[in-house]
């Protein structure tokens, strides 16, 4: 768990006075408490983090680097607790935080007992003592369950961001005293697995070999909200466009085009060039509705017959399907490449195929010195793609 906020506001208070007097009089403490704060939150850091002068008290670069992590992580939580009760600010507690976050996610008591490892009464206990110092409801029984308020959800994103800043703030003290703590979490989308992505981890790691590194596959949705509850570092793959919310950004790479595959051997595969409607007769393999590639394919397909069509997220069934029978699909190019054992592109442009790739990031997220280097590697791998 990280230094408890209350200690927190008093650095980032002294941070901004360079007075113990002043900051005791703004957190309304005495002044030995802030220096017992102060004290401690070096110790658990393992840094100094002040250094003092005939002026004050004055911030060392890792005092600079954590103030940095800690305003950022002080402004979600306050924006959040604006419209509430000033005590929030002063009695919130991480294990209060971390019991909301928990609830929010499951909105039930019991489950997020266990998943937290604590009894139920903790559990529902930490989330009342929110509730009371907030001046508001978290939580709402319903003949369904507990549905988490608007106040709720916003206090608990906020909770999320905050403790994922303070673990930035662990990694970029680390850097400054030599060592690699952290690690960088990607959520990967289809078309990133297929050479892009492996290409830039094996470089990083000749260059910090030891770095731990984590990849999550999974659909855009779910990729996306891992992403904004600062679970995921960044989502790797196609772009949505236009962008579906305005709290994340995305930087194109490069541009991919989709094509249509079909087995190799399939009666198609040997003709010159292709019509559309050479294809109609055919069933398809298509991905879930509102990705990139089932746009494109509804639009090639608009004027076909009803089609015939088994839908699918997973490449390898896609394939697996393929291989065994003359159904047809669509592809990224790049993966149909890494496929060409088994299948193969057919002659036939797709029209609006090409749909741009890249990296998906929270707004306003600011990457450890790792991550940036990962990102680099991203960026220069992905020039040869472009």
Request: glycine letters at 6%; a positive charge.
């Amino acid at each position: 768990m990280p230094a408890s906020i209350r200690h927190l506001r008093m650095f980032h208070a002294l941070g901004r006075t360079n007075s113990v007097t002043r900051t005791a009089e703004l957190c309304h403490v005495s002044q030995p408490a802030v220096t017992q704060a102060i004290g401690k939150l070096a110790k658990e850091t393992g840094q100094v983090l002040f250094q003092r002068s005939p002026q004050g008290l004055f911030l060392t670069e890792a005092g600079e680097v954590l103030h940095h992590r800690a305003s950022r992580a002080l402004q979600r939580l306050d924006a959040a607790m604006a419209d509430m009760a000033h005590e929030i600010r002063i009695q919130a507690t991480w294990p209060q935080l971390t019991a909301l976050i928990a609830v929010t996610e499951v909105e039930n008591f019991t489950l997020a007992a266990r998943r937290l490892g604590l009894s139920q009464p903790t559990v529902h206990r930490a989330a009342a003592m929110l509730e009371q110092a907030a001046g508001t409801m978290f939580f709402q029984r319903t003949a369904h369950g507990l549905i988490t308020t608007r106040a709720g959800e916003q206090l608990a994103q906020a909770a999320r961001l905050a403790l994922a800043e303070l673990s930035q703030a662990d990694s970029d003290l680390a850097m400054l005293a030599g060592r690699e703590v952290g690690r960088i979490v990607i959520g990967a989308l289809p078309l990133s697995r297929s050479g892009w992505l492996p290409t830039a981890i094996l470089a990083f790691r000749r260059q910090r070999p030891g770095f731990p590194i984590e990849i999550i596959d999974g659909r855009y949705d779910e990729l996306l909200l891992g992403l904004r509850r600062g679970e995921i570092d960044l989502v790797l793959g196609a772009l949505r466009l236009p962008s579906p919310i305005d709290d994340i950004t995305q930087e194109r790479l490069f541009d991919d085009e989709v094509v249509a595959v079909a087995r190799a051997g399939h009666p198609l595969t040997t003709a010159r060039e292709l019509r559309p409607e050479d294809t109609f007769r055919y069933p398809w393999v298509m991905p879930r509705k509102s990705t990139p590639i089932r746009g494109i394919l509804d639009g090639f397909l608009a004027e076909a017959p009803k089609a015939d069509v088994v839908e699918t997220s997973s490449v390898i069934v896609l394939r697996e399907i393929l291989r065994a029978s003359d159904y047809l699909g669509g592809l990224s190019r790049m993966q149909a490449e890494v496929e060409a054992q088994v299948l193969s592109i057919l002659p036939i442009r797709l029209p609006n195929a090409l749909r741009p790739i890249g990296v998906t990031t929270r707004a306003g997220w600011e990457p450890t010195r790792a991550q940036r280097d990962f990102l680099n590697l991203l960026r220069k791998t992905s020039v040869d793609l472009a």
